[in-house]
């Protein structure tokens, strides 16, 4: 609860505080795991949750919200990302290719060490880049690295249910 109140994230008091609380404390999770052809089911041994909101749970995308509600003013007036549940995209944008690789490198710096600062991590393995140009603009080379990891660019990219393609045409996806 004390992470809801810094830095003016949510003022939370009262019956709210209350049963915010209850709902992040003392709290178990355990893992079934189910063999339908053999009608089996087993359970893992429970364990206490310590300092993370359980994946799937129907309070988990507000309170992250709540939680990166400053990440926006930490990065450049270059972008303004974007947050939707646990997601969070950081559009770039440069008339010109000469800016574009720094811009883009600072606002990813600036991201990455808000995560840090908030004691959280970017999953380096969910984390891409796509670069929109038109047709007489080349691609460019782009190196982003992230705890020696370098960020790899895709020709697609899945953003809310929307698969955005690098040559501008955009597929429904159900």
Same mark, same amino acid.
Request: with cysteine; glycine share 4%; charged share 20%.
């Given at each position: 609860m004390a992470e &809801?109140?810094?830095?003016?994230?949510?003022n939370v008091n009262g019956r709210a505080k209350s049963w915010f609380e209850l709902?992040?404390?003392?709290?178990?999770?355990?893992v079934k795991?189910? =063999?339908?052809? &053999? *009608?089996? +089911?087993?359970?893992?041994a429970w364990? +206490? %949750?310590?300092? =993370?909101i359980p994946q799937g749970s129907v309070l988990g995308p507000l309170l992250f919200?709540?939680?990166? *509600? =400053?990440?926006?003013k930490t990065i450049n007036d270059k972008t303004v990302p974007i947050l939707f549940a646990s997601d969070t995209s950081i559009p770039v944008k440069s008339p010109n290719s000469k800016d574009f690789h720094p811009n883009?490198?600072?606002?990813? *710096?600036?991201?990455? +060490?808000?995560?840090?600062?908030n004691l959280l991590s970017i999953n380096v393995d969910k984390t891409h880049y796509i670069q929109f140009k038109t047709k007489n603009k080349p691609t460019l080379d782009i190196n982003i690295v992230c705890n020696d990891y370098l %960020?790899?660019?895709?020709? *697609?990219?899945?953003?809310?249910?929307?698969?955005?393609? =690098?040559?501008?045409? &955009?597929?429904?996806?159900?």
């Open positions: &809801l109140n810094v830095h003016g994230r949510a709902y992040l404390n003392n709290r178990y999770v355990r795991i189910s =063999d339908e052809e &053999l *009608n089996q +089911k087993s359970f893992s364990k +206490k %949750i310590t300092g =993370d919200l709540i939680y990166a *509600n =400053d990440l926006p883009m490198v600072t606002a990813f *710096n600036c991201v990455n +060490k808000w995560f840090i600062v %960020i790899t660019t895709l020709p *697609n990219n899945k953003f809310l249910g929307i698969y955005i393609h =690098d040559f501008k045409k &955009l597929e429904l996806s159900y």
